[in-house]
């Protein structure tokens, strides 16, 4: 009975903890054209990210711009109307999901495969990424993710995900739904 206890207490201090994460990451990172287009922090965090760029974009993940990457969905630069055009738009949200799952997928093939490096990459390590992305998927930061472990990876783009997004939990069928297009 108390190990049961024990562990209903853990699994809600990980919550508790990846939630504060994402609050602290995302006001020490917002920048002020987020800040002015969602009005403010507060609001950005009690509309459970509806107002995020990510969501806007049907961009999830965040993923800067780049001429270079041919994304499948990916709307043309001339009609993009991300303020500064500095994020990828997507025509749905499966094909930014779906993106940012091939993006991820490449970071571990080149060896960018910890939470630890994972942040590097994807968010210039800003402070707590890769705590929150190791406690999401149940690892530590220096644990490496393999191509192998499908499971680890979907877990990893649902917490760059929920991070970027402000806290928006995507479904699981969503997520599913773009792995099986890649």
Do not use: C
């Not at 562990?7 to 990846?18: A, K, Y």
């Not at 961009?59 to 990916?74: M, T």
């Not at 690892?139 to 997004?165: C, G, P, R, W, Y």
């Amino acid at each position: 009975m108390i190990a049961g206890i024990v562990t209903i207490l853990s699994l809600f201090w990980r919550q508790i903890f990846g939630f504060l994460t994402v609050i602290y990451i995302k006001l020490t990172s917002m920048s002020n054209d987020d800040k002015n287009q969602t009005g403010g922090t507060s609001k950005i965090l009690a509309s459970g990210g509806s107002g995020s760029r990510g969501i806007r974009n049907r961009n999830p993940g965040n993923i800067k711009y780049n001429a270079a990457n041919n994304w499948e969905g990916k709307i043309p630069y001339s009609q993009n109307t991300d303020n500064g055009k500095t994020y990828e738009q997507f025509s749905s949200m499966q094909f930014g999901i779906r993106a940012s799952l091939k993006l991820l997928q490449n970071y571990i093939k080149m060896g960018h495969s910890t939470p630890k490096k994972i942040a590097i990459r994807w968010a210039e390590d800003a402070p707590g990424y890769a705590a929150h992305l190791a406690n999401y998927v149940g690892i530590t930061q220096d644990t490496a993710i393999t191509l192998s472990d499908v499971s680890a990876i979907k877990k990893t783009a649902m917490a760059i995900f929920h991070i970027e997004n402000n806290g928006y939990q995507f479904s699981s069928d969503e997520l599913d739904r773009a792995w099986a297009s890649l």
